[in-house]
């Protein structure tokens, strides 16, 4: 069954390639079908493999299949060849599963647009690369995939090309992860030249043996590798390019900006995780990084008026709560939280794109507002998204999730009391914003009328993400409801367990409580501001202190003003002023000189006889006279 | 004698479209499409005849050689041969000759016989700089390319044609004088010390030549080639040849011509003098850089499209340079493929920018913006080609820079560091030509056709050469591997001598050079 493997990347990477050549021939529901077809097959066999996975699994819990070898020179001989283990396995099956939902979703929901085949091409190639990310088996291989979402991701935010402001959020996106790209590649070469190999699994053998803990070129590596991955996920400082992001259809959004890409970077360092145990400085590193952005993009959160972009912040941040996770060693939960955080984000993107159809294309919250009753379906998925991202107890994934990252993060032996409390805070943070977003926009006045209901495609997605978004937490609980750790389990293949301090199930079940009562009083807090009193935003807004911080949050924290200040405008500026290369001067130079040359020999020439016999004798007298005296 | 058909071929060929052009339009566009095709196919069965006995020509420098008397009193001879390198880059010039041709066949409408006499001969000179290795023969083919590319550009080129075209022709002529005193010094000291007055590269490898003079008689070898590459900062004549060039001009200049500097890199100026190379090659990798960072930066501000992407070449051949100066066997088979793969991703560029300048009569991006609904299979092609050039994997070019950065790595850290930055700056201006042309609101309301049926046959064979390169470059990386490693072995083993302590080095040397040309030049 194994041997299906190839076939997961293959249909979406066929597709694409039928849907580009022909697709602008083809009708709409061809299309459709082939866009999201294709990615079904693929799950479809993902599923068959991972059953296969899970009842028979292989020798070693892994399983590689080489296709062809790629590049040969030296020992530099990456192949094209995948590598399925349960980490990949967890991968290939959200991409592929939440995957497929995202497509059936925007068969309908891109249907008026004229780029409709485009669209599902570009789609399906994104949805290929990233397989080929997560599935590569060598770093370069891995490095062509994460390229490969990083292109599908320009092309998808840049879709409706005839914005420009969308070309710039899409160019924006590109060059920014680029630069975290550029730190990555310098690791790859790092890893190469003293491990002697660029396979993934080699590396992480060799590693251990060869540097001890805290040796100079295990931290240079993953220092190099967390560039790429922060870049890619988004994370301070490189998280400026996803709140832009949003230009593209939402669908795009929910996928790419949401479930998947976005983690490519949590994937890479759970990937390398050897890597980074020898490093934990850079460990610590991950962890204040991911806990620093959750909050900074909390607050940005807090201050949105576009749906799309409290949703891109709240990716952000809770991109921000898997780094902490990864940052104290649990690799394992944070690959959990990516798993509940793709499916109830995409169903939180999908939900708000369900809402902007409905209301015109509308995208500010307040000019949403009372739709509860018109959309009930749209609103009660929307609720359980939101449920989770807030992380109500016990009904919901991201309670589980997110209670296993705030938890590790204190028990864990490179965690901190501090950690807990600010992760703490997040979630506090998070519950404001998630329920601001939903009093805004189902409850209140009616502010824009309902024009469009969604369809079965539409409603179906929604319905299904949401039961995923509800049952997918119950596959790991915590020690105080009957510590079942089915996927932590799974993973302990490739993902070792965190070495934690003993804590008394008591301390657990206070820090539970603590964390609780916060999203409680965030969510009363997000009541009473927008329900119960509105007009205290306003007040607390109307002081020039409170404006400013407003403003500051809402900006993203002038991120985007200073690297337009430092990087942008004197690139700019050095472009503009030597647009026709001085160097070319110097050239110009010469020849002006050899043509000033010219025109004063020129004047020699007069054609008169007494000035050359003039001439002759004055030159005759200089020369003896040199002749006489030298 | 097939490298002497591969020589007769275009220079016949080209005489013949001459004469035919009193016959119409039509006849020279077909005798040099078949002169060419019959060397792209001589091309492919030698190498495919080579490709089944890859084992055997491990330890054989040369796949087939020709020699002919020529002046025997001085020691010149009429001697041709091939390897692995050579045969690469004779397959991408009648790849991109073939094409050359089938671009040209709208765009030129004016003495068309002259026009493709004057193509297959640079394509003559070009193949003859690839397998000439007699140092006076490959001089004479490293001027016969000059003068009809000259005229190339004079006669059939764009607005400021004449200044290109002069330009152009002192640039490469000033820095092949250099390179003529160079070979001529060289074959001097040879003779003084051996007696043997030759030109012949074999036996000129390994001469023991003072250090000081290695470096001046390196430096004129190396101006030659740096002017073709073209390196900053000798770079100046490269825009404005390649902005006022026929589409045809462009591709071949991008393609082939200033593969020609490469190539001599490898072949003359590292392997004739290791040490002075070596010497220099941090300088050299530091232009590299250069060239790399500043190329990118003026293509950035570039608003002429042709202009922009001529820029781009800059860029990218740094790369290669880079990656001939790291001297090891990743950064040169990287040097390699990204010499292959620019040839047909730069082309391809220059071959839409001519085909835009053919619909809408100018080349000023300022003027374009929201092309891609007009015509959105050029936007698509145009596409695949930029990512082609930021360097996204899966596609050629990736493989070759990434191959020269990693190579690079091994030798100086931090200049792989800026050099990776490239890459970056390469992201920038190519999606920046997309958005300015294709993408945004159309600044000007142009109707026009899209490509069509000619025009896209020649830009899929490009894409899936690129695709071919990027996703199993093994056979470029196979066939050039034998030729790399007798270059290198050469190098080596003179660096070898030169570390070893021991007093009677001088005589180690000796013995050790004579064992090199043992290797290289029996035959």
Redesign the interface.
Known sequence: MYELLWLVPFFPFLSAVVLIAFGSRMPKPVSGTLGAGSIGLSAIITIIIGINFLTSPPEGYSYTQVLWSWINVGNFSPAISFHLDALSLVMIFVITFVGFFIHLYSTEYMIKDEGYARFFAYMNLFVGAMLILVLGDNLVLLLLGWEGVGLCSYLLIGFWYKKPENGYAARKAFVVTRIGDIAMLIGIFLLFMHTGTIHIQQILDIAPRIWVEGATIPVAASLLLLGGALGKSAQVPLQVWLPDAMAGPTPTSALIHAATMVTAGVYLIARTHVIFELAPAVMTIVAIIGLLTALIAGFSALTQTDIKRVLAYSTISQIGYMFLALGVGAFAAGMFHFMTHAFFKALLFLGAGAIIHALHEEQNMFRMGGIRKEMPATFWTFLIGCASLAAIPLVTSGFYSKELILWKSFSSQLGSTWYFILGAVGAFITAIYTFRMVFLVFYGDKKTEVSHLPGTRILLTLVVLAFFSTVAGFIELPHTMGNFTLFSNFMASVLPAVPVFDYSLGTEFLLQVIATFLVAVGIYIAYYLYIKKPETVNELTASPAGEGIYTFFSSGWGFDWLYDKVFVQPVIFVSRINKRDFIDSIYHAIAFSTEVLHRLLTKTQTGKVRWYAMVLVVGAIIVITLAVFL | MTLLWLLILPIVGGLLAWLSGRTGTQLPRWISILALAIVFGLTLQVWFQYYSEIDIFKEQAWLIEFEQDWIPQLGISFYLALDGLSLLLIALTAFLGIISVVVSWKEIQYRVGFFHFNLLWILAGIIGVFIALDLFLFFFFWEMMLIPMYFLIIIWGHEDKRYAAI?FFLFTQASGLMMLVAILALYFVHGNATGVYTFNYNELLGTDIPASAAMWLMLGFFIAFGVKLPA??V??WL?DAHTQAPTAGSVVLAGLLLKTGAYGLIRFVVPLFPEAAMQFAFIAMVLGVVSILYGA??A???TDFKRLVAYTSVSHMGFVLLGIFAWN??AL?GAIVVIIAHGLSTGALFILAGGIQERIHTRDMDRMG?M??TV?RMG?VA?FFA?ASLG???LGN??GE??V??GM??ENILL??FA??G??AA??YS??II?RI????PREKWEMPDLNVREMVVMVAMMLALLWIG????PI??TAKPALDILQQGVEEVQMVEEMPSPNSGDNKKIFISFKKSQIGDH
């Open positions: 330009k900053v900062p770079h100046t825009p930066k003026l950035f501000a570039q066997e990743l088979q929201g891609w609904s959105p698509t596409m990512m996204l994997p899966g990736f493989v990434f191959l950065l990693i790595f091994m792989t560091v990776a930055l890459i970056v992201t920038i999606i920046w958005q294709f993408h945004g609101e996703l199993y470059p093994k990386l196979n």
